[in-house]
Structure formats: structure tokens, C-alpha cells
């Protein structure tokens, strides 16, 4: 057990200070929790000797706080908060930092591996980019709202309303263009006129083309961002992950943004111990409450990361539009034993995620696996004697003869 350990509970403003020496005794203080604060906070833990700090990992205020920490030479441990509950009703700051250098000096706390720095930024980048497509279709949602509300329905003259055909289609209805000089200066829709005209109406888009027009113009900016974006984050993996992006990328389902996203939130795969640790980190796995002889199995846990949850059950759906014939094989075979899509699309997602552990703890690209063949029942033959046999064929009418009767032109039985 470490001489001195503290216990540190971070707020936005302030951060409240536990240090526990060898005989016990708690000492408390509070800092501002700003540059200023954080420095002076790993200069007074330097000088009293304190080897372990210990502190909730919850949003990003330990990053800059865990950083200076270790450049001072002391240990962080980074708690999940779920591990971190007490069941003292009478809480305060000062009693939570108590409780974290208390079990810190115990041995009790699983210690959070941080990953490196540029590691963080990578995943800081992803979970940006995935922010930034569901603005994106939340405001493709607006367009095709507004388009509702001008009844037109340019979605079942076009399959994708955003493409570069619908856009031009939209951009003339905003601008007031007649939409036939749209249809023949492209030739994609030049022989849809006449169902342009049926579906599009020529209406007074009025306020609801301004608004369409900023909704387009944010559409497109936000298109822009993201390809910047996803260019910045895979430059900053080829020098991370190396050679690990390209094994990941060799997967079935994945590409750029997925094997950059999954490294990112994995970290150091060496914190995982085994298979069934990744998964119940990605929260892929069933749900168990026990209780004596009494057993509950629930969904997928929700305790989990839930952007590598995410980015792998994309990652199965999309392995099924692939040719791995392993990945179909494995969902047909749930699907054929009633299980529904959602719950055979997880338990996809739970067997490549799978294989990714061993893939990047031994350093090998997917291998696809033969699939397993469906096992047909061998038909029941009954076995009979010969005289069974021709009895039966004797009462189904048939003149059965011996070899040498045959020869003779006898005939036995009487038939």
C-alpha cells in the first residue's frame, strides 16, 4: 500500500482535495480548478509526498488534471464512477474525496488505462465527426419536412432526394427556375418530366424557400467539414495504428472511418484481457440479474461505451451487404432460429468484435472461416428380410423369379 494517497473530486470550478498519510489521517483542501489551480494543486501533492491520486473519470475535466499529475511523477488512478457509489446518504465534496483516497489506499479501484494524447484527439475527432452526421440528417429531416409542407413529393420521382440531380431540383425550386431546363441540362433526369410534373408542383415556396435555401447552404458546409474531418483523422491514425488500420480495414463491414473509430475507442487493447472483456466494454453482451435460484436475462447493457457499441452494429449491417460468406452464414442461421434481425445484427457485431481482439493481439488480417454445413438428417430405412421383400412386391403385383426359373420359364407363387 502506497505511504500517501489522495483522493481528488473534480467539479467545473473547483476541485476538493483528500491526502490520506500511513497512520490514517486525512488532510483536506480545495483549489481552483483552472490552470493556475492545477499547477499549484501537483506542486502541494509533490511536497507532501503523495505517490497516488485518485479521481472519477467523468467528461473531459480530468484530462488536463491526470496530465499534470503524471508530468509531476504521480500516479493516476481513474475511477469509473459506478465503481466509486457509497452508500453514505449524507453526501458532500469534501466526504466524496475522503471516500476516493479511501479506496484508493484499500486497493479496491480499477484503475482506467488513459490512453496516450494523440490516441484521445483521435477519438475526440471521431466523436465529433459522429456528432456532426446526425446534425447532418437532422437536417435532411427539416428538408423533407418543409418539401411535405409545399406538397412536393420529390421522393418518389428521385430514389436519393440529395443527391446531385435532387439538389439541382431543389435549387431551382428555391430560385423559382421552371424545372424542365433543370431535366434537359442533365441528362440522369431528362426523361422524368412529366413525373416531375405530376410530383413537383409549381407552388409559391415564399418564407419556406428561404428557409430551404439556409438549410441546403448548411448542408452542404457541414458535407465540407466532415470530408476535412474524416481526411484529418485518418492521417492522424496511419501514424498512430500504423499497421494495425490496414488489419482492421481487411474485416468484412469495415472501412476508413469505421477502423479508425474502433481503434480510437479500443486504445490499448492490452487492457482487455480476453474476448469477453472487449465485448462487455462494448456493451454487446446480455444483460444477467441472479438472485438466489431466481435468474433475469435482459437486453444489451447500457453501461458500455456506447460509440464503439454504435460503430459495430453499423459494422455488421454492413458486413451482410459484403461477400464474407462466414458473416451471412452466421445470420441466417439466427434468423432461421426466430431470433429477430436487430438481435441477430448484435450478435453479428458481438463475433467480429471478437475477432478483432485477436486479430489485433496476434497481429493477423480476417481470415474467413468456412461455413458451417447445414446438417440433413439421414432418411430412416427400415430393414426387412428377403422374404419381407418378396412378399411385398408379390402383393403390389409384381412375378417375382429366381435366376434359374427365369432361365427355365417357371413361374413360382402362382402369380
Known amino acids: 500500500m502506497p505511504k500517501k494517497v489522495c483522493g481528488l473530486d473534480v467539479h467545473a470550478k473547483t476541485i476538493h482535495i483528500c491526502v490520506l498519510d500511513e497512520n490514517g489521517k486525512t488532510h483536506h483542501a480545495k483549489t481552483e480548478n483552472s490552470p493556475a489551480g492545477i499547477t499549484a494543486l501537483a506542486k502541494m501533492l509533490k511536497l507532501m509526498n503523495v505517490q497516488t491520486a485518485a479521481m472519477e473519470s467523468t467528461a473531459n475535466l480530468w484530462i488536463p488534471i491526470a496530465s499534470e499529475l503524471q508530468n509531476a511523477g504521480i500516479d493516476v488512478i481513474l475511477v469509473n464512477p459506478y465503481h466509486a457509489k457509497r452508500a453514505d446518504p ?46 447532418l440528417a437532422d437536417i435532411k429531416r427539416r428538408i423533407t ?32 427556375r421552371e424545372i424542365e431546363e433543370v431535366c434537359r441540362s442533365n441528362p440522369r433526369i431528362e426523361g422524368k418530366i412529366e413525373k416531375l410534373r405530376r410530383y413537383v408542383p409549381d407552388v409559391d415556396v415564399g418564407a419556406l424557400g428561404e428557409l430551404l435555401s439556409v438549410y441546403l447552404d ?39 472511418i469505421a477502423a479508425v473509430t474502433i481503434l ?38 447500457r453501461k458500455c461505451n456506447h460509440h464503439l457499441k454504435r460503430i459495430m452494429f453499423l459494422v455488421a449491417q454492413a458486413a451482410l451487404r459484403t ?16 431470433k429477430p434481425y436487430k438481435v441477430a445484427v448484435v450478435a453479428l457485431a458481438r463475433k467480429i468484435l471478437v475477432a478483432i481482439w485477436h486479430m489485433l493481439t496476434r497481429g493477423e488480417r480476417w481470415r474467413e472461416a468456412m461455413p458451417r454445413r447445414s446438417r440433413v438428417p439421414s432418411p430412416c430405412v427400415p430393414s426387412y428380410s428377403l422374404e419381407r421383400l418378396i412378399e411385398i412386391l408379390r402383393r403390389a403385383g409384381y412375378v417375382v423369379l429366381r435366376r434359374e426359373e427365369a432361365r427355365d420359364g417357371r413361374i413360382t407363387g402362382g402369380h
Open 90 to 135: 449524507q453526501k458532500s465534496d469534501k466526504r466524496d474525496a475522503e471516500w476516493l483516497a479511501k479506496l484508493a489506499a484499500s486497493g479496491l479501484l480499477k484503475n482506467y488505462k488513459s490512453p496516450s494524447p494523440k490516441t484521445l484527439l483521435i477519438r475526440t475527432l471521431t466523436r465529433a465527426r459522429e456528432a456532426l452526421v446526425k446534425v
Open 145 to 176: 419536412a418543409i418539401l411535405w409542407m409545399l406538397n412536393i413529393r420529390l421522393d418518389r420521382v428521385l430514389s436519393d432526394v440529395f443527391s446531385k440531380s435532387g439538389r439541382e431540383i431543389l435549387r431551382a425550386i428555391v430560385e423559382g
Open 218 to 256: 448548411v448542408l452542404e458546409m457541414l458535407e465540407e467539414r466532415i470530408r476535412r474531418l474524416e481526411g484529418m483523422m485518418i492521417a492522424l491514425a496511419r501514424e498512430e495504428f500504423g499497421e494495425k488500420l490496414d488489419l482492421l480495414m481487411s474485416v468484412p463491414g469495415v472501412g476508413a
Open 264 to 301: 480510437s475507442e479500443i486504445g490499448d487493447i492490452s487492457r482487455f484481457p480476453s474476448p469477453r472483456h472487449l465485448v462487455s466494454y462494448a456493451g454487446l453482451c446480455p444483460v444477467s440479474s441472479r438472485s438466489g435460484e431466481v435468474a433475469h436475462y435482459g437486453g444489451t447493457s
Open 323 to 338: 461477400r464474407s460468406v462466414a458473416c451471412r452464414e452466421f445470420f441466417e442461421r439466427l434468423r432461421g432460429r426466430g
